[in-house]
């Protein structure tokens, strides 16, 4: 046997690595980001504030400014605290962790967030996808016999989901909820929340099981990497004991603590982005042969003939969009495209027009 035979867990060498793609010199509408930048004048009051960050100091690991932030603007309950991470993938991953019990199983509708069953593999966590329907809506049904099958000790609802855009019925994850009971928690992961303007966080006083999880990055901070996620407080104070001490790094959350007292011009930045996503939608029905799936997040999901094709034909005009098509049966044929601003919009508008 090999080195890496001898020492690596055969699941970590069955898995192929996340693979991003080189994006330099594209219009580059791949990855949910916030096209736009800050002003002038908020970067160089943002590069003051960094600049009087200590960088030879550990950040103290109760984060409570920050926190304290967070809890304001973004909605979190009274009495309700958050739980941090570096992104919200790390907190995917701490709570995969935290529930890996021998035998323990993960379940999310499928095709939905690759983190999610990635973190649980990575934990040896069984992973149990549930296919959405045809149109790629939730198949409740068939999510309630999954619960009752396996019991699973997590429960993804990607709220709304990605890479469908799909905003699941209100009621239909409260009923899983319901099923799913104290034999495991439900994570409704809000990561879109600015373009869904719908949330489960004002309700979590009513479900014991429910966690909601949130992160910075679609609203436009997806580079500083922050996380935080809201429940009730006996499961946060264990999902904290696995969370590494130092986890946000003192440039993040001095830059989410500035960026907190100016999210306003983040909060217009989205609106405008809902705006542009009814347009580009109004605009991809128009076109012949495309069918554009229903969105409450900053992407929009449509389906081509030929769509490996058309990804060649905008990659060869400089477009970079996420071809989806062989995620899953469900989304044959599919590309993700993130909503940009009017003129990156435009150009990605010709460009498929010219590459259909
Ligand atoms: C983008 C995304 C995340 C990851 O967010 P980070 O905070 O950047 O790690 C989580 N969940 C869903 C559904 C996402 O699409």
Same mark, same amino acid.
């Given at each position: ?253 001095? &830059? =989410?603590? /500035?960026? #907190?007292?100016? $999210? ?6 989205? @609106?405008? !982005?809902?705006? %542009? ?18 969105? &409450? =997040?900053? /992407?929009? #999901?449509?389906? $081509? ?6 990804? @060649?034909? !905008?990659?060869? %005009? ?39």
């Amino acid at each position: 046997m090999s080195l890496i035979e001898n020492i690596i867990r055969t699941e970590i060498r069955d898995l192929s690595a996340y693979h991003v793609a080189d994006s330099s010199g594209f219009v580059k509408l791949d990855a949910m980001e916030n096209p736009y930048t800050l002003s002038a004048a908020l970067q160089s009051a943002l590069a003051e504030r960094l600049a009087q960050v200590d960088l030879n100091r550990y950040p103290v690991p109760s984060y409570s400014a920050l926190k304290n932030a967070i809890k304001k603007e973004f909605g979190i309950p009274v009495n309700y605290d958050v739980v941090l991470g570096n992104g919200s993938d790390e907190l995917i991953s701490m709570v995969s962790v935290a529930c890996a019990k021998p035998g323990a199983s993960v379940l999310a509708p499928v095709p939905g967030f690759v983190m999610y069953a990635m973190s649980a593999r990575l934990a040896g966590l069984k992973f149990v996808g549930v296919p959405l329907r045809a149109d790629l809506t939730l198949d409740k049904p068939a999510m309630l016999a999954a619960i009752h099958e396996h019991r699973p000790a997590i429960t993804y609802l990607a709220y709304p989901n990605n890479p469908t855009g799909t905003l699941f019925e209100v009621a239909d994850i409260e009923d899983i909820l319901r099923a799913v009971g104290d034999s495991g928690v439900v994570i409704v992961d809000e990561a879109y929340q600015p373009f869904a303007l719908s949330s489960f966080m004002s309700r979590l006083a009513e479900f014991d099981n429910l966690i909601v999880m949130r992160t910075v990055s679609k609203l436009g901070l997806a580079g500083i990497r922050l996380g935080y996620m809201s429940g009730s407080q006996a499961l946060l104070n264990e999902f904290e004991k696995v969370r590494p001490p130092y986890n946000i790094n003192v440039l993040t959350e001095a &830059a =989410a603590e /500035f960026m #907190l007292q100016h $999210v306003a011009v983040l909060d217009a930045q989205a @609106a405008l !982005l809902r705006e %542009q996503r009814t347009l580009l939608a109004a605009a991809l029905q128009q076109l012949k042969g495309v069918e554009v799936f229903p969105s &409450a =997040a900053n /992407f929009l #999901l449509i389906r $081509v003939p030929q769509a490996e094709q058309v990804f @060649a034909n !905008l990659l060869k %005009q400089k477009i970079l969009v996420k071809n989806v098509g062989k995620m899953h049966a469900l989304l044959e044929n599919c590309l993700r495209i993130t909503v940009s601003t009017p003129a990156e919009n435009d150009l990605f508008l010709d460009a498929l027009k010219a590459s259909l």
